[in-house]
């Protein structure tokens, strides 16, 4: 039986990753699947990827920094479909380096993308997951919303801020049935933790491999995920096998935090 038999799901930051991965399994699992980015190109093969397995991913370039877009985006979903039944925002970017160091302009496209993007496709797509009374919401947050990495205070700042984000609108919304949670991915191989260990790799003045041996022995698993693990956690939040929770954070790290 597919877990998702005619749900509409919208997936921001679908052209890539993590965002890729979920957008190919949940049109496997029978939803209608609209996969938003900024990557047109991405985004066209994501819709390939999903299509060749029989299942139905429609893509627009949406950019979750700018309102107006994300309002005729999700509205655009409603009046198509009717409803949108889940949520997955998981657009979002990475910038290492100290603080001393960090950019203005870093920071603000942190700020912009991570965080406001996130309230951003929330505050589009909240009435109507109200006026409906039904549905769901996950959001990326990350292991460096819950612990320090070396070079990575503001990023760990976005990323609690979603966490913090998630669980007070989950509160909001419990009184309409809309469950609200989080996934943490740990590291995961993705074209932005490929990025990030190269740059940190390049500050540290190190090879590539030594730094990505070390993020892999950051969890007591020793390896990266592969993205279609982190989409398997995405899939049981969407699902109502996870019909009791809601504010949570599925930590699906490795074993990162457990240390
Ligand atoms: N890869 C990891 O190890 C890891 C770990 C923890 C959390 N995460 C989080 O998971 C999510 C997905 O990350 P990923 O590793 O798949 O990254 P990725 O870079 O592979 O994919 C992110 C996607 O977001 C898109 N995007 C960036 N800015 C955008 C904007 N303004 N509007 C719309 N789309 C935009 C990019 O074009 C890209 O397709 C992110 O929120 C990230 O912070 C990733």
Redesign the pocket.
Known sequence: MMRLEDKVAVV????????RATAVLFAREGALVHA????GP?LDETRELAGAGGGVVETSI????DFAGVKGHIDGVVSKRGRIDVLVV?????RVGRVEDFSEEDYDLLI???LK?TFFTCKAAVPHFKRRRAGTIIT?????AHIGQNNHANYCST?AGVLGFTRALALDLAPFDVRVNSV?????D????RSDVAKEAEQRGLPFEQVKREFEEQGVLTRWAA?EEIAAGILFLATDDASYMTGADLRMDGGWTTR
Do not use: E, F, Q, Y
């Not at 990326?140 to 460096?144: E, P």
């Not at 993705?190 to 933790?193: E, I």
């Open positions: 921001t930051g679908a052209a890539s990753g993590i965002g938003s980015d900024v990557d991405g949406v950019d979750v920094t998981n657009a979002g970017v990475v912009d993308v991570n993007g990326l947050a990350s292991v460096a990323k943490s991915p740990g590291a995961t993705t074209p932005m933790l993205p």
